[in-house]
């Protein structure tokens, strides 16, 4: 997993006390939280299962119980497509802030970011 660049800096400012193993999991895909959903569980546990999709999930789980957000939610877009996001185009920690900075998943780049979703919407226009 990759994140945007200048993305760890504002990791690092935001969140200094998640820093590492936030970076631990999108970097290295190393889990040190318990992923709280069964199936999410059952898949990390037996890794030669997992898909590119299902670690972005799990990372979004682990980062929403450390920073105390409300819940991965998404971004749609009706003109985008995709056989795994549908018609996401972000997925985020819910803040309850629009613009309030957050981890956010870009599904059609494949990176992960730190920045709010309105200013993602916004920069997608």
Same mark, same amino acid.
């Given at each position: 997993?990759?994140?945007?660049? #200048?993305?760890?800096?504002?990791?690092? !400012? !935001?969140? $200094?006390? !998640?820093? +590492?193993?936030?970076?631990?999991?999108?970097?290295?895909?190393? @889990?040190?939280?318990?992923? $709280?959903?069964?199936?999410?569980? @059952?898949?990390?546990?037996?890794?030669?299962?997992?898909?590119?999709?299902?670690?972005?999930?799990?990372?979004?789980?682990?980062?929403?119980?450390?920073?105390?957000?409300?819940?991965?939610?998404?971004? +749609?877009?009706?003109?985008?497509?995709?056989?795994?996001?549908?018609?996401?185009?972000?997925?985020?920690? +819910?803040? #309850?802030?629009?613009?309030? $900075?957050?981890?956010?998943?870009?599904?059609?780049? #494949?990176? @992960?970011?730190?920045?709010?979703? #309105?200013? @993602?919407?916004? +920069?997608?226009?």
């Amino acid at each position: 997993m990759k994140l945007r660049r #200048g993305a760890k800096k504002m990791l690092k !400012h !935001h969140w $200094p006390e !998640h820093y +590492n193993e936030i970076m631990d999991m999108i970097e290295n895909e190393i @889990f040190r939280s318990e992923i $709280p959903n069964k199936i999410l569980r @059952f898949e990390y546990e037996n890794r030669y299962r997992m898909t590119k999709s299902l670690i972005v999930d799990c990372i979004l789980d682990v980062c929403d119980q450390l920073l105390d957000t409300c819940g991965v939610e998404s971004v +749609n877009d009706e003109n985008s497509w995709d056989d795994y996001y549908a018609n996401s185009i972000a997925l985020y920690c +819910n803040t #309850g802030d629009s613009y309030a $900075p957050t981890i956010l998943y870009d599904t059609e780049m #494949g990176l @992960f970011d730190v920045t709010s979703w #309105g200013d @993602f919407v916004e +920069n997608k226009r």
